[in-house]
C-alpha cells in the first residue's frame, strides 16, 4: 500500500490536517496510545521512552530534522525531569551517525539531568566506534544493562553491532548475541514484570510497499530466538524504535511496542504508567504545532519512503489507542495490527 492508497482509505475530513489531528493527540492528556494489563507495579511508576532522536549539529536536509534534533532533545529531557519520571529509557539512535562530538553533546546533556538512564545502542550509533565504545559511556559494565526499580525490572540489550566488528562477506549486525540470550535465560527468572528494551524490534510488522518498494526495516536478525526466551519467561512487554513508526506487534503472546521517532514527524517520545492495574502509554511531544507541521511536510518532502511513514504515523495518531486490553480490541489502522507476520527484508535503506 502506497502513500496516496493510504490516504484514499483513511482520508481525513475536509477541516483536517493531518499534522493537526497529530500535534492535538500528542497534546491531550485524556489521550492514551495504548493499555496494557501488564506490566504492572505495586509501586506507581513512570519511564519515558525515548527513541531515535538522531542527536546532529547545525545540519539541514533530511526527514530527520537534523537542525531541531539538539533543541528537541534538550526540551524532552526538561520536560521528563518535571514529570518526575522514575527512569530514561534510551531506545536507540541517539546520534546521526556515531560522531564523537554527538555522543559527548548526549552525554553531557544527561549529565544535566538527575534521571536514572538505560540507553541501548542503535545502528546509527556504531558506525564510527565500535560498541564497546558505546558500552563505556553508557553502562558500568556492557550488555545486557539490568536496571532494578521499586515495582518492576528494565533490561536493556545490544542489538547492533558495528561493521568493523564482524568478520566475513555479509555478516549479520542485527541480533542479540547468543551470551546475552544466556544471560536472559539465567535471569529473568529472578526479576518481576521485567521490560526488555532493544533498538531492533520483535516481528510483527506487517508489510508495507511504497512506490519505491521500501518495506519495514527487518526485525532483529535472530528475532525468533529472542521471542523464544521472552515468551518462556512471560516477558509483559518489549520497547523499540529504529523504524521510525508508533506501531504494536504481538509475536507469541509478548507484546512488542515500537516507539516513534524523536527527530522526525511526530517528533515524541513515549510515557508509560504502570500501577497495579497495568500499564498506561502515552505518546507525548515537546514540538509546537508549527514544529510538527514543520516536520510532517519534510516527511512527505523527503521520499517515498518518508512520506509513506508519516502518513502511518499520522493515521496511527487519529486512530488511538492501538491497543486497550481493559475495554476491547485495537482501533489501529487496518495495515498494522498486532499479530505475528514476518517483517520484510530491507531494502538497503538505512536512513
Known amino acids: 500500500m502506497n502513500a496516496r492508497e493510504l490516504a484514499d482509505r483513511h482520508s481525513f475530513a475536509e477541516d483536517e490536517t493531518p499534522h493537526d489531528v497529530a500535534y492535538d493527540a500528542l497534546t491531550t492528556d485524556e489521550q492514551h496510545a495504548a493499555r496494557f494489563d501488564r506490566p504492572r507495579s505495586a509501586v506507581p511508576l513512570r ?16 526527514w530527520k530534522m537534523l537542525h531541531r534534533t539538539r533543541d528537541r532533545f534538550r526540551a524532552t529531557l526538561a520536560e521528563v525531569e518535571a514529570l518526575g519520571v522514575d527512569a530514561l529509557l534510551l531506545s536507540g539512535d541517539l ?19 538527575d534521571i536514572p538512564v538505560l540507553a541501548v545502542p542503535g545502528n546509527h ?6 560498541v564497546s565504545a558505546f558500552a563505556e559511556r553508557f553502562t558500568d559494565d556492557g550488555f545486557p544493562v539490568h536496571l532494578r526499580l521499586d515495582g518492576l525490572d528494565v533490561i536493556g540489550l545490544n542489538s547492533a553491532m558495528s561493521p568493523a566488528e564482524t568478520e566475513g562477506d555479509d555478516p549479520e549486525l542485527d541480533v542479540v548475541s547468543e551470551d546475552q540470550l544466556d544471560w536472559l535465560e539465567a535471569t529473568l527468572p529472578g526479576t518481576t514484570d ?9 516481528p510483527g510488522l506487517v508489510e508495507h510497499i511504497g512506490s519505491d518498494g521500501w518495506a519495514p526495516h527487518p526485525p532483529v536478525g535472530n528475532a525468533d530466538a529472542l521471542v523464544d526466551v521472552l515468551a518462556a519467561h512471560d516477558v509483559p512487554l518489549h520497547l523499540s524504535g529504529h523504524v521510525h513508526l508508533l506501531s504494536l506487534t504481538r509475536p507469541r503472546g509478548v507484546r512488542g511496542l515500537i516507539s516513534p521517532s524523536l527527530a522526525s514527524f511526530p517528533q515524541s517520545y513515549l510515557l508509560l504508567e504502570i500501577d497495579l492495574t497495568g500499564t498506561t502509554v502515552r505518546c507525548r511531544t515537546t514540538a509546537t504545532r508549527a514544529d510538527v507541521e514543520e516536520s510532517y511536510d519534510e516527511g512527505r518532502a523527503h521520499s517515498a519512503r518518508s512520506t509513506l511513514i508519516s502518513d502511518l504515523n499520522a493515521e496511527q495518531l487519529r486512530a488511538l489507542p492501538l491497543v486497550d486490553e481493559r475495554n476491547g480490541p485495537s482501533r489501529g489502522i487496518d495495515p498494522i495490527r498486532p499479530d505475528s507476520v514476518e517483517a520484510s527484508r530491507d531494502d538497503g535503506h538505512t536512513d
Do not use: C, Q, Y
Not at 521512552?49 to 542527536?55: E, K
Open 194 to 202: 521485567p521490560i526488555v528494551v532493544s533498538h531492533h524490534n520483535l
Open 95 to 113: 546520534t546521526k551517525d556515531g560522531e564523537e562530538e554527538n555522543l559527548d553533546w548526549i552525554e553531557a546533556a544527561l549529565d544535566d539531568v
Open 47 to 62: 519511564l519515558a521512552v525515548v527513541s531515535d532522536p538522531h542527536v546532529a549539529g547545525d545540519e539541514h536536509g533530511t
Open 125 to 130: 550509533d556504531v558506525k564510527e566506534f565500535p
